[in-house]
């Protein structure tokens, strides 16, 4: 079973930048599709961004523009770059494979993010 482990959150001003990480226990990852997803309080997981083994990306319309997904598949690493933040983008955000696999590999924990002055 791959793990994963999130990490790079944090509290932030609306404007400001952080980047996350997300490392995967097995270099499988390297050949799947990772996604950035994120959970509000009361509200459902939705995506963020994808990008492929090859570097192909996609965003949600929300971040678009702000955000930036990238890999280093020899550290079975994704990133997201999160600049010009807003109180919006206050969430939990955690990686997985895109789309969820049938059995999905296991969540992380996540890591928090949270915009406010």
């Known amino acids: 079973q791959v793990r994963l482990e999130e990490s790079g959150g944090g509290l932030v001003q609306p404007g400001g930048s952080l980047r996350l990480s997300c490392t995967a226990s097995?270099?499988?990852?390297?050949?799947?599709?990772m996604g950035w997803y994120r959970q509000a309080p009361g509200k459902e997981r939705e995506l963020v961004a994808a990008i492929s083994s090859g570097g192909s990306t996609n965003y949600a319309n929300s971040v678009k523009g702000r955000f930036t997904i990238s890999r280093d598949n020899a550290l079975n690493t994704v990133y997201l770059q999160m600049n010009s933040l807003k109180p919006e983008d206050t969430a939990v955000y955690y990686c997985?494979?895109?789309?969820?696999?049938?059995?999905?590999?296991?969540w992380g924990q996540g890591t928090q993010v949270t915009v406010s002055s």
């Open positions: 097995e270099s499988i990852f390297r050949i799947y599709v």
């Open positions: 997985n494979t895109y789309p969820l696999q049938r059995t999905p590999w296991a």
